[in-house]
C-alpha cells in the first residue's frame, strides 16, 4: 500500500454533552433518513431504540426456537431410548412414562434457549469483532467513561461528510471528528 494513498473515510464521530442531547441528535438523524448511525454511551438511555428508529430484536425469537429444539430433542431421545431402542418392562410400567421425562426436558429447553440467545446476539451484532474503525478515534475510548457519541457510517446512503458535519453542527455537536478506516 502506498503512503500517498488516502485514507478511506469511515465515517463521522461527534461528542454531545449530556444524554438529553445524544438522543434529540438521535431523532434528528432519524428523521432525516439515515439508518446506520448508531450512538455510544456509557449507560442504556430510556427511549433511545424508538429515537434511532431501531425495529425489535429478532433474539427472543431465535432463543424461544432453540429452546424449542432443545426439549423436543430431549425429549425424543428419552423416548428412543425407552422405548425403542431399550425397551424394559419394570413392574409393569408403560415402556413411555412421558411424566419422568420432565426434569431433562425442561433443562433441555433452557440450555437451547441460552445457546440460542447467546449465539443469536453473538451473530446479529457481528461479533467478536477484534478491530473496529470507531477504535481508530481518542475521542471512542472515553464513551464508556463520560461521553455520548454519535457516529455516523460513511456507507449510509444520505451520507455526506458535508452535509451530515453541518447536522451534527445544528445538533449541538461539541467536538466532530472525520473517522479514517
Known amino acids: ?10 465515517g463521522l464521530l461527534a461528542r454531545f454533552d449530556n444524554p438529553g442531547a445524544l438522543l434529540a441528535a438521535a431523532e434528528k438523524f432519524r428523521d432525516a433518513g439515515y439508518t446506520k448511525f448508531d450512538c455510544h454511551s456509557p449507560f442504556p438511555i430510556h427511549g433511545m431504540d424508538d429515537a434511532m428508529g431501531l425495529k425489535r430484536s429478532p433474539v427472543g425469537w431465535i432463543a424461544g426456537l432453540c429452546a424449542l429444539i432443545g426439549g423436543s430433542g430431549g425429549f425424543a431421545l428419552q423416548w428412543w431410548a ?39 446476539m453473538l451473530i446479529l451484532n457481528r461479533l467478536p469483532r477484534p478491530h473496529h474503525a470507531l477504535f481508530n478515534s481518542d475521542a471512542f475510548t472515553k464513551f464508556s467513561d463520560d461521553a455520548f457519541l454519535i457516529s455516523i457510517d460513511g456507507t449510509d446512503k444520505q451520507f455526506h461528510p458535508d452535509k451530515s458535519r453541518r447536522l451534527l453542527e445544528e445538533t449541538g455537536a461539541l467536538a466532530i471528528e472525520t473517522v479514517q478506516e
Not at 94 to 101: I, N, V
Open 82 to 120: 425407552h422405548a425403542v431402542a431399550y425397551p424394559l418392562n419394570i413392574s409393569g410400567k408403560p415402556y413411555f412414562s412421558f411424566q419422568a421425562y420432565v426434569p431433562v426436558t425442561f433443562a433441555l429447553a433452557v440450555l437451547g434457549g441460552a445457546f440460542g440467545s447467546l449465539f443469536g
Open 1 to 10: 500500500m502506498n503512503n500517498n494513498t488516502p485514507a478511506k473515510i469511515y
